[in-house]
């Protein structure tokens, strides 16, 4: 089975801190996502990555950068956090960015204070 | 705008009666997948549908592909508190963008 495993439960931090959120997968797929969710408003891309060192913008990317040095791990990094930014954000990967299903993580359910 | 409507948004029934969500939209999409989401967790696959007015049935489950291809339908059949959770529709965003798109999900209760 595909794991994808995200590295904090639940994290809380300051506004104006750099936070990172860090995400790993097991099944060697090319692609990873990162969304955010909020109630009302499904999830949301933010950034996505079809190969190591290639990222793409999603529909949210204000505020936000990533990082994908190795195949398997995927981060996703607050520059300047926000309150705006207080949210549950979810990892993915797949096979395939849009014919194959994808792998969510458990989640990381951010406070910025 | 959002490419995928889903009602209701909120759904609270008694177990063992039968409900159905919908997921709607005047775009066509070459595929729709079904996730549920349970508390605390992340979206897991339930299907996916790829054919106009195709059916498919996972248990007490039954998922509908319209013959048009805009929208998609997931009936349960009595309901039991397991069922409880988040369920989203998506599927790849019209135009050839290489993404998916998600729905903005029906959060369903099934109270014992």
């Known amino acids: 089975d595909v794991k994808v495993t995200q590295s904090s439960r639940y994290l809380v931090k300051r506004t104006g801190e750099k936070v990172f959120l860090e995400c790993v997968q097991d099944?060697?797929?090319?692609?990873m996502f990162w969304y955010r969710q909020d109630p009302g408003l499904g999830l949301r891309l933010i950034y996505f990555s079809y190969d190591v060192k290639m990222k793409e913008k999603g529909d949210i990317p204000e505020g936000y950068s990533v990082s994908r040095e190795k195949k398997e791990r995927f981060s996703l990094i607050l520059e300047s956090a926000s309150t705006n930014q207080t949210s549950m954000y979810l990892c993915a990967s797949s096979a395939d960015v849009i014919n194959q299903p994808q792998h969510f993580g458990d989640g990381t359910r951010l406070s910025i204070l | 705008t959002q490419l995928l409507e889903q009602s209701p948004q909120f759904l609270s029934i008694q177990e063992g009666e039968n409900l159905t969500v919908y997921c709607n939209s005047s775009s066509v999409f070459s595929s729709l997948q079904w996730y549920r989401q349970e508390p605390g967790e992340g979206p897991v696959l339930l299907v996916t549908?790829?054919?106009?007015?195709e059916v498919k049935k996972l248990k007490r489950l039954t998922f509908q592909f319209g013959d048009a291809r805009k929208d998609s339908s997931l009936h349960i059949t009595a309901a039991q508190p397991g069922d409880t959770g988040l369920y989203l529709c998506?599927?790849?965003?019209?135009?050839?963008?290489?993404?998916?798109?998600f729905g903005t999900g029906t959060k369903l209760q099934v109270i014992p």
């Open positions: 998506a599927g790849p965003e019209p135009g050839g963008y290489q993404k998916v798109t």
């Open positions: 549908v790829v054919t106009g007015g």
């Open positions: 099944m060697d797929h090319e692609n």
